[in-house]
């Protein structure tokens, strides 16, 4: 046995989640992957081609169908991401965040109010979500929060700054945890929705960043914010247990993220290695490189299945902590890996920007970061052993 569950997985993808991985791929194909190195170049965010995902559908995919949503599981969702990854990781990072770190709390805690006024907006298409949990001093240590939401009446006063937020220039609304109660020990965070352009809320730094340049990461000034306590998500207390939650699915979908880079920097290589001469004939044909590109196929199919495994148990109200912690912490250490060997073996050409192996190694690099470093997932994974959860 390879894991607590208790039904078996089945390995036949339904039609749902092939027409969406096809229905991606065809458009990501078309319009995404064309253009990605001249976005990346100048940390252009494509609005154009978000309108476009959003009439797709995109935003909302994890929504239930009630709501207007696909009401897709997680499989066709993370195979999605996987799609959208091997064309744009900046694309499939926005995409990402408003699934799984701001429409999959709101469908699991939302209100019927709360899911019509924030989880509607990003299935019609119209806004993105943002997560706002980091902060410049709390990251891994996400209960170490500062930022602080005062009861005033009926009303939540929040004051605070955070960081790291993908999408925080151009999302609508924001998943927003503060410190409720700062004298206890446990239970001090809670969850709001608040809207972007909410008074109080403001963008104050716009992140350089070494890879995903086309995404937005700001850092959101949170000024004596007032919101009415309907806003709040799930009980008063219960944030940090939402956060971790939705990171369990976000992980997941990282690690198709990863899977997509990693797919990508492999399938230009090949192109490369047999066009390459070198010593009289193509370089693919050279044991060094044979044993690289065989290490990294069977690298990519390994994290391909741990994702689709933490997905399965997820759709299935299963356990999933350790699953996904060991899918985002596999294959976000493969996309490295395998990204760094695509560069090795283009030579001077992978250095260069004239080839797409460069930015897929820049953007396989905050892979084993976000959403949970490497250190965190082997923590969570580790916890999950010695407790016998795992
Ligand atoms: N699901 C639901 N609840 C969970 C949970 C899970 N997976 N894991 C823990 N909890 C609950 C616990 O039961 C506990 O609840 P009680 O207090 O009621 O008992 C509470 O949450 C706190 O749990 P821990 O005591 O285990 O928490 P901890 O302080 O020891 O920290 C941690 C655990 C694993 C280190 C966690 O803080 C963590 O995952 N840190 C990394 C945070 C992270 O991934 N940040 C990324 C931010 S998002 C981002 O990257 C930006 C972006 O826009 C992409």
Redesign the pocket.
């Known amino acids: 046995m390879i894991g607590p569950e208790s039904r078996k997985m089945n390995w036949n993808l339904t039609d749902d989640q092939q027409m969406v991985r096809d229905m991606v791929r065809e458009f990501v194909a078309a319009e995404v992957a064309p253009n990605a190195a001249e976005w990346d170049r100048g940390k252009y965010f494509p609005s154009e081609i978000f309108e476009k995902l959003g009439e797709l559908g995109l935003f909302g995919m994890v929504a239930d169908e009630e709501y207007g949503g696909a009401g897709l599981d997680l499989i066709g969702y993370c195979l999605a991401l996987e799609e959208l990854a091997r064309g744009d990781a900046s694309t499939c990072v926005a995409i990402s965040?408003t699934n799984s770190?701001f429409c999959a709390p709101l469908q699991r805690y939302g209100t019927s109010e709360q899911k019509e006024r924030f989880l509607c907006p990003c299935v019609n298409g119209e806004w993105l979500g943002a997560?706002c949990?980091?902060e410049s001093g709390a990251?891994?240590?996400?209960?170490a929060l500062s930022t602080i939401a005062r009861r005033e009446g009926d009303d939540f006063v929040l004051s605070g700054s955070k960081a790291?937020?993908?999408n925080g220039a151009v999302c609508g609304a924001m998943l927003v945890f503060a410190v409720t109660d700062p004298e206890s020990a446990?239970?001090r965070v809670s969850a709001f929705v608040i809207p972007a352009d909410h008074p109080g809320a403001s963008i104050v730094h716009e992140e350089d960043k070494l890879g995903i340049r086309s995404s937005r990461t700001n850092q959101v000034a949170l000024d004596d914010c007032r919101i009415p306590r309907e806003w709040m998500l799930g009980e008063e207390g219960q944030g940090?247990?939402i956060a971790?939650?939705s990171?369990?699915g976000g992980r997941a979908g990282i690690a198709a993220q990863a899977v997509g880079i990693g797919h990508a920097a492999l399938a230009f290589t090949l192109d490369y290695v047999r066009e390459r001469e070198a010593f009289g004939g193509p370089i693919g044909r050279f044991g060094g490189l044979q044993e690289k590109l065989g290490t990294m196929a069977a690298r990519i199919r390994a994290a391909r299945l741990l994702y689709l495994r933490a997905a399965w148990l997820r759709d299935n109200g299963e356990p999933d902590?350790m699953a996904a912690s060991c899918a985002k912490l596999f294959a976000s250490e493969m996309a490295n890996w395998v990204s760094y060997q695509a560069v090795q073996m283009h030579g001077a050409y992978g250095y260069v920007t004239d080839y797409p192996i460069e930015r897929l190694y820049r953007d396989a690099r905050v892979t084993t970061i976000?959403?949970?470093t490497s250190e965190?997932q082997r923590?969570?994974i580790a916890r999950q052993l010695t407790s016998g959860s795992g």
Do not use: H, K, P, Q
């Open positions: 965040v770190l997560f949990l980091s990251g891994s240590d996400a209960a790291w937020v993908t446990r239970s940090l247990a971790l939650n990171l369990d902590t976000y959403e949970g965190i923590l969570v």
